[in-house]
């Protein structure tokens, strides 16, 4: 869809959705996505709240390196309402109805 829009893949209405972190692999994928400059949708807050410095960079810094941010909202309504609020704005952004 990137391709054939001529448009970057941060640019897309994508969004990677995890309900929790099995392991480190959920972490990986996260990262991964966040990566391409896609935003990582969580219920569950990741395992790593053993340093403030790590916590700050995976939730917020990443906006300013990657183009991308770890959200996570307990209430899976309350997320699923902001992931489409977010995917509908990349939408109105690309001028997509």
């Known amino acids: ?6 448009k970057d893949i941060k640019d897309m209405p994508f969004a990677l959705a995890s309900p929790e972190w ?5 972490l ?13 949708y969580h219920c569950v807050h990741p395992p790593v709240h053993g340093s403030e410095n790590v916590m700050k960079y995976l939730y917020e810094d ?10 996570v909202e307990l ?15 990349k939408r109105k952004t690309l001028g997509w109805k």
């Open 1 to 6: 869809m990137s391709d054939a829009s001529g």
């Open 22 to 26: 099995s392991n480190e692999k959920g």
């Open 28 to 40: 990986g994928a996260a990262l991964g996505f966040r990566l391409l400059g896609i935003n990582s």
């Open 62 to 71: 990443t906006r300013e390196t990657l183009g991308s941010v770890m959200v």
């Open 75 to 89: 209430d899976p309504l309350k997320l699923t309402d902001r992931i489409v609020s977010d995917i509908q704005e």
